[in-house]
Nanobody, 115 residues
């Protein structure tokens, strides 16, 4: 099992910044990728950004140039730096960890962007 604990969400004004953190623990070996997903009310969970064990990243088109995913292997932590936030970024953000045949999710952290 992999345990994921997210932090860093909150309320921010349009144009502001937040940094989300996701600390992984447990059976973290063989994790092939970690990522951040967002889920707005009434919508499906969608990929925001993902980073592989090899360091490759990919982003949703809506956040390219504004969000940056990174990781600190020594701390088993993945970060999502969110800049130039927009009202449409408002959602619950979930951290995910992925192994072959298994997905793990954190409890989610709310991000609200007010205008």
């Amino acid at each position: 099992q992999v345990q994921l604990v997210e932090s860093g969400g909150g309320l921010v004004q349009v144009g502001g910044s937040l940094r989300l953190s996701c600390a992984a623990s447990g059976s973290i070996f063989s994790i092939i990728a970690m990522g951040w997903y967002q889920q707005a009310p009434g919508k499906q969970r969608e990929l925001v950004a993902r980073i592989t064990s090899g360091g490759r990243t990919n982003y949703a088109d809506s956040v390219k140039g504004r969000f940056t995913i990174s990781r600190d292997n020594a701390k088993n932590t993945v970060y999502l730096q969110m800049n130039s936030l927009k009202p449409e970024d408002t959602a619950v953000y979930y951290c995910g960890a992925f192994k072959v045949g298994a997905n793990y999710w954190g409890q989610g952290t709310q991000v609200t962007v007010s205008s």
